[in-house]
């Protein structure tokens, strides 16, 4: 059974995303990291990255891993991280983060489309802000449900299309202007429902905006599990 919560935040929400940045050139490769960096790691941002990560434990796959923003709220119970990401500019953003975490952190791959991890593998997938990004966001799930082990769970904080038909509206309007100032950031994906479709069964869910413009910052938490 799925539980769904409604929560308020007052988090400043910027809209930027820490995955796919392929084939954008200087900005996307150079600028953009170090933008993303700056923006979502303030306030309640962080807050919820570490609600998102306190349950993870055993051995985790980070997918849009970026600056490594969530690595300083890995919890103790975690005993390897594997992490996903395009970006080099990000891992060099993350150096400082990685080598003062006391949880081993190995790059593995560089898109969540195709992993190179062996199927029913990973105790825990962790993505936040990644899955509006992903070019081929149906495959990285379906990748993620792959190498994840039975009974394993998928945490995710990710923003995406609201219910309300006047901010989905301008989402839509608005998502061909992010997607090219902001990496391929998608502000209108169904994100519970691309969750759905990969065969995770969604276990537990809140949404909520933040603070800010709506089309920009309506939120789902939650975990999925491999049945």
């Known amino acids: 059974m799925v539980r769904l919560t409604n929560r308020r935040t007052s988090a400043r929400f910027v809209s930027v995303s820490i995955s796919d940045t392929r084939g954008?050139?200087?900005y996307a490769n150079q600028v953009l990291p170090r933008l993303i960096d700056l923006t979502m790691s303030r306030g309640e941002l962080a807050r919820i990255r570490a609600r998102v990560a306190a349950p993870l434990d055993g051995d985790v796959l980070e997918v849009g891993f970026g600056s490594g923003l969530n690595v300083?709220?890995?919890?103790?119970?975690?005993?390897?991280?594997?992490?996903?990401d395009p970006a080099t500019v990000g891992r060099k953003l993350a150096a400082k983060r990685v080598a003062s975490s006391s949880v081993p952190v190995e790059y593995v791959d560089l898109e969540g489309e195709a992993l190179s991890l062996d199927s029913n593998s990973?105790?825990?997938v962790l993505t936040t802000w990644t899955l509006c990004t992903i070019p081929d966001v149906d495959r990285a799930l379906s990748e993620i449900r792959r190498v994840l082990r039975p009974g394993g769970g998928f945490h995710f904080a990710e923003h995406g299309r609201s219910p309300d038909p006047k901010v989905a509206g301008w989402q839509d309007r608005l998502n061909p202007w992010q997607r090219r100032v902001a990496g391929g950031c998608h502000l209108n994906r169904p994100i519970d429902q691309l969750v759905l479709n990969s065969g995770l069964e969604l276990?537990?869910?809140?949404n909520y905006y933040?603070?800010?413009?709506?089309?920009?910052?309506?939120?789902?938490?939650?975990?999925?599990?491999?049945?």
Request: aromatic residues 12%.
């Open 24 to 26: 954008m050139g200087f």
């Open 72 to 84: 300083p709220h890995y919890p103790a119970a975690i005993t390897h991280v594997q992490a996903v």
């Open 122 to 124: 990973i105790d825990h």
């Open 203 to 206: 276990v537990r869910m809140e």
């Open 210 to 227: 933040l603070k800010g413009p709506r089309p920009f910052g309506y939120m789902f938490e939650g975990v999925a599990r491999k049945s």
